[in-house]
């Protein structure tokens, strides 16, 4: 299983960017695909998640109304799209992979995801 982040960078407050996570090694019918972050000093937070069949997506909180996360199972890409980007957003992004069964009774949860990317910087500048 691999999976891969790109589309990070420098946006300013207000911007959008949007987040590639090329998957191999998981099928997007058994499997869920998770967005989280981590921001300097502070522990990993759940964005976002797609899983199974039906796509079932789930969103933060925090997040909700600003963020959209899609899949491209043609490409096995999943993307999440952050719009209105505020400071706050400035974290490093890992894509996590796992099995549906497990990560829909807790799709917020890490400790679920079987599978990280190396993670890529967003910085968000006021």
């Known amino acids: 299983v691999q999976l891969v982040e790109s589309g990070g960078g420098l946006v300013p407050a207000g911007g959008s960017l949007t987040l590639s996570c090329s998957v191999s090694?998981?099928?997007?019918?058994?499997?869920?695909i998770g967005w989280f972050r981590q921001a300097p000093g502070k522990g990993r937070e759940a964005v976002s998640s797609i899983s199974g069949s039906r796509g079932t997506t789930f969103y933060a909180r925090s997040v909700q109304g600003r963020v959209t996360i899609t899949r491209d199972i043609g490409k096995n890409t999943v993307s999440l799209q952050i719009n209105s980007a505020q400071p706050e957003d400035t974290a490093v992004y890992y894509c996590?992979?796992?099995?549906?069964?497990?990560?829909?009774?807790?799709?917020?949860?890490?400790?679920?995801?079987?599978?990280w990317g190396q993670g890529t910087q967003v910085t968000v500048s006021s």
């Open positions: 090694g998981l099928t997007f019918d058994d499997d869920a």
């Open positions: 996590a992979g796992g099995e549906s069964r497990w990560i829909d009774a807790g799709p917020a949860d890490p400790r679920l995801y079987q599978y």
